[in-house]
Nanobody
């Protein structure tokens, strides 16, 4: 059974930092591209960062976010700095089967999702 479990969310003041982590199990982690999605209040789910299976290719919609992965520990992380109130939302970790340098930013191809972790940035 595949599981993705996010952690690290919480309440932070604007300008602060948070580091989200996603622990995975039940899949061959190194064969999956990973991503973090955010769903803000009343908004569609959007990709805020993505990373290829090897970690060699990354994408981040905002220069303040950095995605990384540890294939030995089957984890993917999202470092978020200089947080703003508009970063508030539920953050989801997701996995899609993709090898090579492929990164995937659309939600559709992702087949495994975590339960989400709430991030609230106060002004």
């Amino acid at each position: 059974q595949v599981q993705l479990v996010e952690s690290g969310g919480g309440l932070v003041q604007a300008g602060g930092s948070l580091r989200l982590s996603c622990a995975t199990s039940g899949l061959t982690f190194s064969m999956y591209a990973m991503a973090w999605f955010r769903q803000g209040p009343g908004k569609e789910r959007e990709c805020v960062a993505a990373i290829s299976w090897s970690g060699g290719s990354t994408y981040s919609v905002k220069g303040r976010f950095t995605i990384s992965r540890d294939n030995a520990k089957n984890t993917v992380s999202l470092q978020m700095n200089s947080l703003k109130p508009e970063d508030t939302g539920v953050y989801y970790c997701a996995a899609t089967r993709a090898t090579g340098g492929v990164i995937v930013t659309a939600a559709g191809p992702y087949i495994y999702w975590g339960q989400g972790t709430q991030v609230t940035v106060s002004s």
